[in-house]
T-cell receptor, first 112, second 111 residues
Framework: EAQVTQNPRYLITVTGKKLTVTCSQN?????MSWYRQDPGLGLRQIYY???????DKGDVPEGYKVSRKEKRNFPLILESPSPNQTSLYFC???????????FGPGTRLLVL | SQQGEEDPQALSIQEGENATMNCSYK?????LQWYRQNSGRGLVHLIL?????REKHSGRLRVTLDTSKKSSSLLITASRAADTASYFC???????????FGKGTLLTVNP
């Protein structure tokens, strides 16, 4: 089954404790992206990747890192999480520009 | 910055009625997409309409695009309680890979 998976689905952590949210897709998609969703603000893009080893900033990249060492994986790294990074995070992938994006189920993060 | 803006922010209708949601955007686009999100869950892609298309259908969904007015509408016909969700429009434009989402319309379909 074609899908985008994220882990963990729920995470409670404390300020400053490094964490990684994994994202994997099995559709051989070139494009992958991370979004965060906050009440009243909608979805905002954090980082995106056009292919292996090619990443770029989205609208809200501060406090986040990504890597794309393999085509299928696109982890989101929070080196030193802060409470303002409490949010619902979505990973998405696409076969290319101007194509449908497929979203993962989301990761709900709470930073205390 | 937000590109798409949905209208209305919330819509409540009875089962069997039609629901219309609108989306306006500001700059030129390559395509416009509509997504559905059930409460707190992932987004499900509904339909993609390219900038050179004016109307598209998928089952009970009809999407129109007017690039001269920079607006799109999503019509759900014969709505069902299961259609209750938030609906987002997202625009893709420019040379990079970026979808810009609106804040969504919360649709409630009452049985």
């Amino acid at each position: 089954e074609a899908q985008v998976t994220q882990n963990p689905r729920y995470l409670i952590t404390v300020t400053g404790k490094k964490l990684t949210v994994t994202c994997s897709q099995n559709m051989n998609h070139e494009y992958m992206s991370w979004y965060r969703q906050d009440p009243g603000l909608g979805l905002r893009q954090i980082y995106y990747s056009m292919n292996v080893e090619v990443t770029d900033k989205g609208d809200v990249p501060e406090g986040y890192k990504v890597s794309r060492k393999e085509k299928r994986n696109f982890p989101l790294i929070l080196e030193s999480p802060s409470p303002n990074q409490t949010s619902l995070y979505f990973c998405a992938s696409s076969a290319g520009r101007r194509q449908t994006q497929y979203f993962g189920p989301g990761t709900r993060l709470l930073v205390l | 910055s937000q590109q798409g803006e949905e209208d209305p922010q919330a819509l409540s209708i009875q089962e069997g009625e039609n629901a219309t949601m609108n989306c306006s955007y500001k700059t030129s686009i390559n395509n416009l997409q509509w997504y559905r999100q059930n409460s707190g869950r992932g987004l499900v892609h509904l339909i993609l309409i390219r900038s050179n298309e004016r109307e598209k259908h998928s089952g009970r969904l009809r999407v129109t695009l007017d690039t001269s007015k920079k607006s799109s509408s999503l019509l759900i016909t014969a709505s069902r309680a299961a259609d209750t969700a938030s609906y987002f429009c997202a625009t893709e434009g420019g040379s990079n890979y970026k979808l810009t989402f609106g804040k969504g319309t919360l649709l409630t379909v009452n049985p």
